[in-house]
């Protein structure tokens, strides 16, 4: 994805985040969702939004970047993936398969039987190996875990765990099946690259791997309930028809789903004029409020992430003291700042454990709960920390040890507009409490690049991910921009004290016991809470409109487990495939 394509929203960002796909134990689930409106209507359309580049930048490979409306919920529909997880119940619903079961070191997938792909080709075992052996050359997470695929007979799937992890479910059931007509001669030449001894670092897989991403097909595949009308694709729509063999296609109701291209500048006037039925985009409060105004229905659910406050271990020496951060904790108030960038779109944590509060009482006792602190903003708190630490004010009000003031830049991506807002907030904020902060904004592309080579100070980043397995939180919060990048990022120490967070991490992901991984995460949240290595602003929440006027009759309630779903898992994918929206 090119950074131009970024653009003022969230709403990539966070797909990109909650597309990093670990996950729990699958267990089948039926949909349990309350139907909308009365009985289902069938026919009729749906009115969805995304931006993509037309063709020929635009193409038909979903397994190469650039692929038209890739990353999308809306792939859901033309390539789904075996399973969907339902957040709220900790289960997987069926999609693709039929069942997954785990037993020793074998992870085995049955498949439905019957579905065919919009050529009229039977959907088997074949598309979902060719998937993942093209995955493996691509660094497919399951590989971590896995040494070898198998294909006992059509309708089987086995994996053999060779490191045993509680993510490797999702790691298998939650990626788009890609055909094998359209990519089995590849996947079969990389097959016997790894089964001769050859790695994913070695230059013939990554040859091999070159082939398939330059490889350009002249059709869109689908196994879903629809496929992309490839007439119908132009600069500013698609249609998606009907796939009559495909997953679903005699539970969904809509006849067609109709895609208008645009990023928030250009879906909104759509969402405005009824054109669209619902949207994912990150819009701005003030364009918030305009919905209600004209009242359409705004969703508000979490997305498991959002701006974080993040030091430079050497380049920021004095927050080394955990006391300084705690103190700037303490100093700004985070519910105030998520009122003033998204109003009830965002929301300040309450355990500040480095994952989203959604997700704290799944695997955190109560007792244990009890222990992380808040940090509600309290100035006086955040004072007597500071000369607990050895600080004074000065006759200017900025806070010094030594002589030396604590003066700092705080850096941000101008262009993410909620990001700028809580960067301004908080520099505001700790201006005011004696820490001073010159704020600098460059483009996401060049802030973010500049993070992890280290060159910063004091940085807004995301904290958290969208995704039900708080490995992936910590990672992103103590490795993404820290001990992955070659630049050394924020250079922090992942061992504090008696405290290892790459162990802790690591640990919280092994074996196929989450019961197990429980006091590993529980360890990590309690030292999280405690050193602070970033602070989370708040957390963001959808302000998904949806139109429930025109062509949609009313969605579940808003009280509806449903839309706990994270992006990875979209709650909009669920709702029509098992029939719950249908037209007016």
């Not at 924020?490 to 061992?495: D, E, I, N, R, V």
């Amino acid at each position: 994805m090119s950074d131009q394509r970024y653009r003022v929203d969230r709403r990539r960002f966070l797909r990109d985040s909650a597309l990093v796909t670990v996950g729990l134990v699958a267990a089948a689930c039926a949909p349990g969702t309350t139907p909308s409106g009365g009985p289902a209507k069938k026919g009729g359309e749906f009115h969805a939004a995304w931006p993509w580049d037309a063709p020929p930048k635009g193409h038909y490979n979903y397994l190469s970047a650039g692929a038209i409306m890739s990353g999308s919920f809306l792939t859901d529909f033309f390539i789904p993936s075996l399973g969907v997880y339902r957040w709220a119940d900790s289960k997987w619903e069926n999609w693709l398969m039929e069942s997954a079961t785990q037993t020793g070191d074998s992870y085995e997938v049955k498949l439905k039987q019957g579905l065919k792909w919009d050529d009229g080709k039977e959907f088997t075992s074949a598309d979902v190996a060719t998937t993942y052996w093209i995955g493996r050359s691509q660094s497919f997470g399951i590989w971590t875990y896995a040494d070898k695929l198998e294909t006992p007979d059509k309708y089987t799937v086995r994996f053999h765990i060779s490191r045993p992890s509680s993510l490797v479910p999702r790691l298998v059931l939650r990626n788009g099946i890609r055909p094998d007509s359209q990519f089995g001669t590849f996947a079969k030449k990389i097959q016997a690259l790894y089964e001769s001894g050859k790695t994913t670092s070695s230059d013939e897989v990554k040859a091999a791997a070159k082939e398939v991403a330059d490889f350009r097909p002249d059709l869109p595949p689908a196994i879903g309930a629809y496929k992309i009308d490839k007439a119908t694709v132009t600069a500013a729509q698609l249609t998606m028809v009907k796939n009559a063999g495909g997953l679903f296609a005699d539970k969904v109701n809509f006849d067609k789903i109709v895609v208008y291209q645009g990023e928030t500048d250009a879906v909104t006037p759509l969402v405005l004029a009824g054109d669209v039925d619902y949207a994912t985009h990150g819009f701005p409060l003030a364009t918030d409020k305009a919905f209600g105004d004209q009242g359409l229905r705004v969703i508000r659910g979490p997305l498991y992430t959002g701006p974080g406050i993040f030091f430079h271990w050497t380049a920021a020496p004095e927050f080394q003291d955990k006391r300084l951060r705690q103190a700037v904790a303490l100093a700004i108030n985070k519910p105030e700042s998520a009122k003033v960038t998204y109003g009830d779109s965002a929301k300040a944590q309450k355990f500040m454990a480095g994952f989203s509060d959604n997700l704290v009482p799944f695997w955190i006792s109560s007792a244990d709960q009890a222990k992380l602190k808040s940090y509600d903003y309290d100035l006086a708190a955040a004072a007597k920390l500071m000369t607990d630490a050895g600080f004074t004010k000065g006759s200017d009000g900025i806070w010094a040890k030594g002589g030396k003031q604590l003066a700092y830049e705080l850096y941000f991506p101008s262009d993410f507009s909620d990001w700028t807002s809580a960067a301004n907030h908080a520099s505001d904020s700790l201006n005011k409490f004696g820490i001073k902060i010159t704020p600098r904004g460059a483009i996401s592309s060049t802030q973010l690049a500049d993070v992890n080579a280290g060159k910063f100070q004091i940085a807004i980043r995301g904290w958290g991910i969208g995704n039900p397995h708080p490995q992936s939180s910590f990672i992103q919060d103590l490795q993404t921009h820290n001990t992955i990048p070659a630049g050394g990022g924020m250079a922090y120490p992942l061992t504090q004290g008696s405290t290892d967070f790459a162990a802790l991490i690591n640990a919280m992901g092994d074996g196929f016991d989450t019961e197990k991984q429980k006091p590993a995460v529980t360890a990590a949240a309690l030292a999280y809470n405690d050193l602070l290595p970033n602070i989370p602003l708040w957390e963001r929440y959808g302000n998904n409109p949806v139109n429930e006027k025109k062509r949609v009759a009313p969605w579940p309630a808003d009280s509806d487990p449903v839309y706990k779903n994270g992006g990875g898992d979209s709650f909009t994918s669920i709702l029509i495939y098992n029939g719950t929206l249908h037209s007016i």
